[in-house]
């Protein structure tokens, strides 16, 4: 019968703490060479991944529907925001329609300016992406 020390893979090998930190050692070396090769193969996936995802369509942080119901909020919060002053002042004051009339088309007008605002900020920032897609257009 053969010696189990003769056997580098004996029982006793692997149990001893010289034996078990070298298996161990080896076997963290093979996962880190396995995770490199796994990073490595991500990288190029991302890579392509990021060429083929430069479109035509300008990139927008927003949605139109989101925009328009910004804009539709904060006109309808001017207004009776306005309203609400007017409808406070008259009630102060005792000039029962006067401030409320006044005070309902300055929030009018300030929730006009704001979706005045708002579209030249989408304006700009439509004609910016289309101006960088033309330069890019140009370069490639």
């Not at 995770?35 to 942080?61: E, V």
């Not at 005792?94 to 401030?99: D, L, Q, R, W």
């Not at 009339?101 to 979706?115: D, E, P, S």
Request: glycine content about 10%; proline content about 4%.
């Amino acid at each position: 019968m053969a010696d189990p020390n003769d056997n580098p893979t004996s029982e006793n090998d692997r149990m001893s703490p010289k034996g078990a930190l070298s298996q161990e050692t080896r076997e963290r070396q093979g996962t880190r060479d396995e995770f490199q090769q796994r990073l490595d193969k991500l990288g190029k996936k991302l890579d392509q991944a990021s060429k083929g995802d430069q479109t035509d369509q300008p990139q927008s942080s927003s949605s139109g529907l989101g925009i328009a119901m910004r804009m539709g909020s904060e006109f309808v919060a001017a207004v009776l925001i306005g309203g609400a002053m007017g409808w406070f002042l008259d009630k102060w004051m005792g000039s029962t329609p006067f401030m409320l009339f006044l005070f309902l088309m300055v929030g009018f007008a300030a929730g006009t300016m704001n979706i005045i605002r708002v579209g030249k900020r989408l304006n700009e920032k439509q004609n910016l992406n289309a101006s960088k897609d033309a330069k890019d257009k140009n370069y490639n």
